[in-house]
């Protein structure tokens, strides 16, 4: 199979190029903008989404049967900055994908986000209906349109808060934490944020299985536990054996994002046959899989 990854040099792309590259049969071709990974035996392109012809010339070359789109400007506060450039990106590539998917007769994987939902319940189900109130939200749930309104086979899968260690010159949630908490800082986690925190090895896992199977449709993929900031410090806290007396629970959300998100992935689970791990063992693989300085 011959799968393009666009998006591959990001912090779910680089896990999921290495997991793929490992699996006989599979060729794999990812894409990087701004930095160019490790040479790793699988092949890399450097393409800006916006460039349609850039886009054109790597579908000709490559000729995918499954293109993975994870690229995106993915920061709620940078789409927000710069809305026009986030919307191109974000909205209008995505387009640009989904009709040269169709025309070169491949499958896409698109991966999408919580964002799309208005944050006013929470844990929401993939049939639960799109409002977002953020600019990134706005652009996401416009790009899973794009894609949706266009017959060829297609897959969307929403997640919620990846966390995993990001790799060189990147930040992450947990990983970030855990070094605050070992070094005695004090961490204030809002009660009201709610969100379904994954690992990004049982997030990949699903990815890799729209890859290789074909289920048409939008799925949610996250992780089984749907917990406030607070609740999600403490089991990182708990995780890796550092004080939890250093979380503090804070009423209410800091910022004006959505707040109470969170997927609801039951059905998705079911319908790919994956176990759908939570905090503690997620915490866990995580920590079994720290990387050595
Ligand atoms: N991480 C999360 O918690 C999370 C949660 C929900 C949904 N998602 C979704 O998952 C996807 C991947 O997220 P991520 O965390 O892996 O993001 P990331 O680490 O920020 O990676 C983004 C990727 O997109 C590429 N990119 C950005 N702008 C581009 C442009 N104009 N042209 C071409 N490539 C461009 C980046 O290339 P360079 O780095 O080489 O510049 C990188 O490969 C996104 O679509 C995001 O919406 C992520």
């Known amino acids: ?11 779910i792309g680089q896990y999921l190029v290495r997991r793929l590259g490992r699996t006989p049969g599979h060729e794999v071709t990812g894409t990087f903008l701004s930095r160019p990974p490790a040479s790793d035996g699988n092949s890399w392109h450097k393409l800006e989404l916006t460039d349609t012809g850039g886009l054109e010339q790597l579908f000709r070359l490559f000729r995918p049967d499954v293109v993975v789109h994870l690229a995106a400007i993915a920061d709620v506060g940078t789409a ?51 409002n977002p109130t953020t600019h990134y939200g706005q652009t996401k749930w416009e790009a899973e349109q794009e894609v949706a309104k266009l ?10 808060i990846v966390y995993g260690w990001p790799g060189p010159g990147r930040r992450n949630f947990v990983p970030w934490l855990v070094a605050s908490l070992q070094s005695g ?10 969100r379904t925190p994954v690992y990004i090895e049982h997030l990949v896992d699903g990815i890799v299985k729209l890859v290789e199977e074909d289920y048409p449709g939008t799925h949610h993929v996250a992780g089984k536990d749907w917990v406030s900031m607070y609740d999600f410090a403490v089991a990182v806290a708990d995780g890796f054996q550092l004080d939890r007396g250093l979380v503090i629970s ?27 791990p939570g905090l503690t063992e997620g915490i866990a693989a995580m920590r079994a899989n720290t990387p050595h300085p």
């Open 151 to 160: 017959d060829f086979p297609w897959s969307i899968l929403r997640t919620s």
């Open 1 to 11: 199979m011959r799968i393009l990854v666009i998006g591959a040099s990001g912090f």
């Open 185 to 194: 800082q004090p961490y204030l986690g809002s009660t009201g944020v709610m």
């Open 80 to 130: 927000e900055r710069s809305p026009e450039r986030a919307t191109a990106v974000n909205t209008t590539a995505t387009a640009a994908i989904a009709g040269l998917c169709r025309m070169h007769d491949a499958r896409l994987v698109f991966v999408s986000t919580e964002y799309v939902f208005d944050g006013t319940h929470g844990f929401y189900r993939e049939d639960d209906a799109p």
């Open 250 to 276: 804070a009423d209410g959300a800091p910022s004006q994002a959505p707040d109470m998100l969170g997927l609801d992935c039951a059905r998705t689970m079911n319908l790919l046959n994956l176990p759908q």
